[in-house]
DNA sequence: ACATCATATCGAACCGGTTCGGTAAATGAT
DNA sequence: ATCATTTACCGAACCGGTTCGATATGATGT
């Protein structure tokens, strides 16, 4: 390995001034620069990372935690996070908590150990406890999908309960009146407020909801499964189901076919983000779907911002809230 | 921060018994080990792991090569390897080609400059040149799905002739002759093999492959669309599709909706690799899926050895090969 | 009792950079 | 011509660990 005292060496300069030519090489006279450069050049010297981080206290690397990579929508917003990151020189370090918040925690503390730059966490956690314990950490954190109070940190997300509330009004328009609903764990931000929108809306239609027709499938596969086979055969099922995610509108599929339900003839179905293929799947779905790459551009921005420069790092935390859109599937059906 | 020095300090020793202590712990007498371990308690130290990869020269990370993370292969890979990789007290350090070769070139010198301790890599790159490069990598690299000959590296894959073997078997068996077949990307290992197996089982059967119905889909959704929609839009179109992998093979899927055609009825399908959700599309789709899970699990417990131990990272390189499985779905129909 | 050897601990060099205070020369002001 | 300021560069300390050779102490063998 050829080190900077190498280069130095070769160059005809200290150390000091090798240093100062890689990081601000105006501040070095030109024709000294030159023979730098040349040397470096020659040399093929590459900066060593590591000991740029130790020296420094800080390291080139950005953190994405998040539950489930798998998940389209999460799998989406890294690769646009990835992207701009890797555009400014930074490499992303990616951890799945696989929506364990103990392990997401021990994971954000090793990044933090590895002098990380910043992180863009889609936190799993809840509680003041944890809020604070985010609101206190000292690396920069841009929180994206799940917000949690408190931790008073970037935000950036969707218009969450406009989800349900757009969903649900669409089965309502529909005649539909008992409406089942696969939410998500409770205590998380996104699953709360997609339940909120729910209530909030057939409250507002003067629909009465049975609760024991509102279930929590956990956002995951097999949740969904238990729950959705729940409210499937009950003699008195709903005549429609909405999944809070993804995992939970496609297990409700899964569970209608096994079961010989047709939909949407049997049972209509809508639910909140795409997954891949969705156009493959019979029969369309209807859904709401965030928009995962502006989401990703997002909070890429503001980490990097938050990153770059002091100012940025001290500037009060802020949202970013983006607007769902609404696809139309084949998957509900007049009543 | 607390350092080593402190810890040093209060337990009233040198730093280099403190790091004996840390590293082997029965090298230190019983009563200042405790004394040591008593500080480090009281201090809350935790060990530097920059700094430790600056002095060792090897960092506890671990990483993770491949294009395309989004694909549930090696999403499932990728979850195995890492579970392991923290079982070992290694972080996971994800990178995503893209399928470029030359950024994936990028990523392992950028990767090797972060001194990572291995790397698991689905190579995307190919040619002689590439081999070498990789051959001559200073750092443990165990190669899974993608073999690269003359890279001298352990590898971890599925027989993949017969991935495509199986398939065309079982097509030839329900009357087809005329079939098409969606290659991935020539010169990659993966697309050669399946393409191989393809060839010389028709060849094997006696049956002439028209050349214009092998088309190469180039392991891509885009690439698997336009290609399955030349095959589809013919007058004497295939009977039967081979999608060499699960783009293409979902691709060729809607673009036979996209053009009414009823599979199997109109038209047979057939692919390699499973997909998310695959239980929900219609048609169940007959294909060959390889056992990801068991992938990781041997690469990753074949770079931790290597890892580990002098001895493991001088032997010779490998070769795991496993078999992979046939699922008969009901896209596949009687001519 | 003396040489031998293992054990416990330490000091110092090192990994490869950054950064700050300082010096000497060059430039500018008066 | 003199003093102030800027420019260009250097030396040394530092980031927080690891590692190796040296030393001191105590145990073992004969």
Redesign the interface.
């Known amino acids: 390995m050829t080190t900077i005292r190498d280069v130095a060496r070769l160059a005809g300069v200290s150390i000091s001034t090798v240093s100062l030519a890689l990081n601000s090489p105006k501040r070095v006279g030109a024709e000294t620069l030159d023979r730098i450069q040349q040397a470096i050049k020659s040399t093929g010297y590459?900066i060593?990372?590591?000991?740029q981080?130790?020296a420094r206290g800080r390291?080139s690397l950005i953190g994405f935690v998040s539950a489930n990579?798998?998940n389209?929508f999460f799998?989406?917003i890294?690769?646009e996070i990835?992207h701009q990151a890797l555009d400014h020189g930074y490499?992303?370090?990616?951890?799945?908590s696989s929506g364990r918040a103990d392990l997401e925690r021990a994971l954000l503390e090793?990044l933090e150990?590895?002098?990380i730059a910043g992180i863009a966490l889609a936190a799993n956690g809840r509680g003041e406890e944890y809020a604070t314990f985010l609101r206190d950490f000292k690396t920069p954190i841009v929180m994206f999908d799940q917000k949690l109070e408190g931790a008073e940190r970037d935000f950036v997300g969707s218009d969450n309960p406009l989800t349900t509330t757009i969903l649900t009004e669409h089965l309502l328009q529909l005649g539909h009146r008992r409406i089942g609903f696969i939410s998500g764990p409770s205590g998380l931000h996104t699953a709360d407020e997609r339940l909120k929108g729910f209530i909030n809306t057939m409250a507002g239609a003067g629909v009465d909801i049975d609760p024991s027709l509102v279930v929590e499938g956990g956002y995951t596969r097999t949740g969904g499964h238990a729950q959705a086979m729940r409210l499937l055969t009950r003699r008195d099922r709903p005549t429609a189901i909405i999944g809070a995610n993804n995992m939970t509108g496609?297990a409700a599929?899964?569970v209608m076919?096994e079961m010989g339900f047709r939909c949407p003839d049997d049972v209509s179905l809508a639910m909140v983000d795409d997954?891949?293929?969705s156009?493959?799947?019979?029969p369309r779905i209807t859904m709401v779907v965030q928009d995962a790459q502006k989401l990703g551009e997002l909070a890429a921005q503001r980490l990097l911002a938050r990153i770059a420069s002091p100012e940025a790092a001290a500037a009060p935390p802020q949202d970013f809230i983006l607007t769902p859109k609404f696809v139309r599937g084949e998957s509900t059906k007049r009543l």
Chains 1, 2 share one sequence.
């Not at 060593?48 to 000991?51: E, I, K």
């Not at 490499?91 to 799945?96: P, S």
């Open positions: 590459r060593d990372p590591v000991a981080t130790l390291s990579l798998g389209m799998g989406d890294r690769r990835e490499f992303v370090l990616i951890a799945d090793r150990a590895q002098k496609l599929l899964q076919q997954v891949p293929w156009n493959v799947i019979t």
